[in-house]
């Protein structure tokens, strides 16, 4: 299996627990006489079945990932950081950039006028920076997940 495959896999594994948690929380409890429309014994014990796989397939993810090699010489783990830390600080820097951009409306000539303390110019470059280097690793991220068998 591609390591692709079991991202997928995983993914499939947590939408299906939400949706057992789902159906537990709607059959835990009826009212007396009636009967639930579904064995929550059954979907307890699904539930634990699937956290146990979901567990097993999250250690070969992670064990390839520690051990796959990117092209620039970074495991993927260490890819996948910097990945994730360049879409927060750009995150980030949007949001100042938000808030700068936010018009302050004044009611009346006597209330205090603000002003912008960061140049919006330079936060915009940076952002754009993050926003190319998380393309260029997701990318690179991305073509080796689709090439790399899970250990």
């Known amino acids: 299996m591609k390591l692709a495959e079991a991202l997928l896999m995983r993914t499939e594994y947590q939408n299906k627990l939400a949706e057992l948690t789902r159906a537990l929380d709607q059959n835990i409890k009826v009212q007396e006489g009636d009967k639930p429309a579904l064995d929550p014994a059954a979907l307890i014990a699904e539930s634990l079945r699937l956290q146990d796989a979901l567990a097993e397939l999250i250690k ?47 009611l009346t000539r006597a209330e205090i006028k603000m002003l912008v303390t960061v140049s919006i110019p330079e936060l915009q470059q940076q952002a754009d920076r993050l926003a190319k280097e998380f393309r260029e690793i997701d990318t690179a991220i991305q073509a080796k997940n689709w090439t790399t068998d899970i250990e």
């Open 60 to 106: 070969q993810i992670n064990r390839t990932n520690q051990t796959t090699v990117l092209d620039n010489g970074v495991n993927l783990a260490n890819a996948l950081v910097q990945r994730d830390t360049a879409a927060k600080k750009r995150s980030f820097l949007t949001g100042i950039i938000e808030k700068a951009g936010t018009r302050d409306y004044r």
